[in-house]
């Protein structure tokens, strides 16, 4: 059975540093693109950042440009966002989500990705 568990989440000052984990069971992150995303209270989902399955392409929002890195470790099937210099506006549930390499290049919008974790919150507050 496929699998997404995000974990990582909490409370953090502006300008601080968290790193969330999308732990992935069930399927090869070598076939898979893995995609960040993100929903503030009252907003629509939006694409964050994603990694794809070979590892060697990762794109980003603009709003996260030079301030969030995604990596992925294949020996544990596990994908990181590295999240630092954050914002209040960068408050919102993290879901990481999965799609298989045949639907294309990247990851896809929110309502083209296939598998989804349940999310972690992300509270940036001082």
């Known amino acids: 059975q496929l699998r997404l568990e995000e974990s990582g989440g909490g409370l953090v000052q502006p300008g601080g540093s968290l790193r969330l984990s999308c732990a992935a069971s069930g399927f090869s992150l070598g076939h898979f693109h893995i995609g960040w995303y993100r929903q503030a209270p009252g907003k629509e989902r939006e694409g964050v950042s994603c990694i794809t399955s070979s590892g060697t392409a990762s794109q980003y929002a603009d709003s996260v440009k030079g301030r969030f890195t995604v990596s992925r470790d294949i020996t544990t099937n596990t994908v990181y966002l590295q999240m630092s210099s954050l914002k209040p506006e960068d408050t919102a549930v993290y879901h990481c989500?999965?799609?298989?390499?045949?639907?294309?290049?990247?990851?896809?919008?929110?309502?083209?990705?296939?598998?989804w974790g349940k999310g972690t919150l992300v509270i940036v507050s001082s």
């Open positions: 989500a999965a799609v298989h390499v045949t639907v294309g290049t990247m990851c896809r919008p929110p309502d083209g990705m296939a598998y």
